[in-house]
C-alpha cells in the first residue's frame, strides 16, 4: 500500500519559515520523481515545486528564490522549505510521487500566512 504522509503545515505569520516533510512508503522511492502541489479553495490543484531521483529541481514562478524541495532518498522523504511567505502562499500543501503513468497523493497539510 503506497502512502504518502505530509507533515509541517501551520499558521504563520509573512515574512515567516515553515518546513513541510512527506513520508513515503509503499514505493521503489529512488525510482520515482517527488513533487508539492498546492490547492485553495474554488482553484485547481497547481505545481509549487518538484525532483527527480537526483538533483534537478524546478519550482513555480511564484515561489522561485523562496521555497527549496529536497529528499532524502535513504529516509524516503522529501521536503519544502518555504522562507519569506506570503498571505498567497496560504494553501493545502500536497505531496506528490510520479513515475511514467502512475501518480501518488498525500492528504494534505494546511499553510496559512497571516498576521
Known amino acids: 500500500q503506497v502512502q504518502l504522509v505530509e507533515s509541517g503545515g501551520g499558521l504563520v505569520q509573512p515574512g515567516g519559515s515553515l518546513r513541510l516533510s512527506c513520508a513515503v512508503s509503499g514505493i521503489i522511492f529512488n525510482d520515482y520523481g517527488m513533487g508539492w502541489y498546492r490547492q485553495t479553495p474554488g482553484k485547481q490543484r497547481e505545481f509549487v515545486a518538484a525532483?527527480?531521483?537526483?538533483?534537478?529541481?524546478s519550482y513555480a514562478d511564484s515561489v522561485k528564490g523562496r521555497f527549496t524541495i529536497s529528499r532524502d532518498n535513504a529516509k524516503n522523504m522529501v521536503y519544502l522549505q518555504m522562507n519569506n511567505l506570503k498571505p498567497e502562499d496560504t494553501a493545502v500543501y500536497y505531496c506528490?510521487?510520479?513515475?511514467?503513468?502512475?501518480?501518488?497523493w498525500g492528504q494534505g497539510t494546511q499553510v496559512t500566512v497571516s498576521s
Open positions: 506528490n510521487a510520479h513515475r511514467f503513468v502512475q501518480n501518488y
Open positions: 525532483m527527480g531521483s537526483g538533483e534537478a529541481r
